[in-house]
């Protein structure tokens, strides 16, 4: 089993739609998670991070954390064509690695 | 403010040569990070420090060397490069455990 799973898509999303990315990992002591956006050919960008059980909103970004089923979310409101990217999911293993996921590739469709 | 700068940008080795990626921060951070990203997959740590004279192996550290005689430098250097290790490296860097800053990546291909 991979530390941190997601589906590598593509997913496709029409423009305005709610996109909804997920992510699972297997380590029950993780206790901090990130979303990252990587543009083709460019560096990952952190969006948010999350860290205890619940949801945590900026601005059009949701990211849900529940802890018990080890399950990661995201979720984009409004999806614009400027957010389609791919998108990684990360959790800190001890205190300094990050460990990513594959990543999935979201497309906004105008 | 630069954050984290990564030199150069891309490179063509031949099998078997070596060379050193350079990577600087000047932000101040203890952490810094070496990743490789290979097609369509995420990013795996290849080596990390923790501070001016600490580094610790990550996930693929085979083959890869590093060190870490200042805060602001963190270099990778392949001694004999082989065509599995061509790929996107990125460096980071963060405050202890916090969110980690990447740089602009270097696109290696070994032929």
């Known amino acids: 089993q991979k530390e941190v799973e997601q589906n590598s898509g593509p997913l496709s999303v029409p423009e305005g739609a709610i996109a909804s990315l997920n992510c699972t990992y297997s380590d029950r002591g993780s206790q901090s998670f990130f979303w990252y956006r990587q543009y083709s050919g460019k560096s990952p960008e952190l969006i948010m991070s999350i860290y205890s059980n619940g949801d945590k909103e900026d601005g059009r970004f949701t990211a849900q954390l529940n802890k018990a089923s080890q399950y990661v979310s995201l979720l984009i409101r409004d999806s614009q064509p400027s957010d389609s990217a791919t998108y990684l999911c990360a959790t800190l293993q001890g205190a300094q690695k990050l460990v990513f996921g594959q990543g999935t590739r979201l497309t906004i469709n105008p | 403010n630069a954050g984290v700068t990564q030199t150069p940008k891309f490179r063509i080795l031949k099998i078997g040569q070596s060379m050193t990626l350079q990577c600087a921060q000047d932000?101040?951070?203890?952490?810094m990070y070496w990743y490789r990203q290979d097609p369509g997959m995420g990013l795996k740590l290849i080596y990390y420090s923790v501070g001016a004279g600490i580094t610790d192996k990550g996930e693929v550290p085979n083959g890869y060397n590093v060190s870490r005689s200042t805060t602001e430098d963190f270099p990778l250097r392949l001694e004999l490069a082989a065509p599995s290790q061509t790929s996107v490296y990125f460096c980071?860097?963060?405050?202890?455990?916090?969110?980690?800053?990447f740089g602009d990546g270097t696109r290696l291909s070994i032929l």
């Open positions: 932000m101040n951070h203890n952490y």
């Open positions: 980071a860097s963060s405050i202890d455990s916090q969110p980690q800053h």
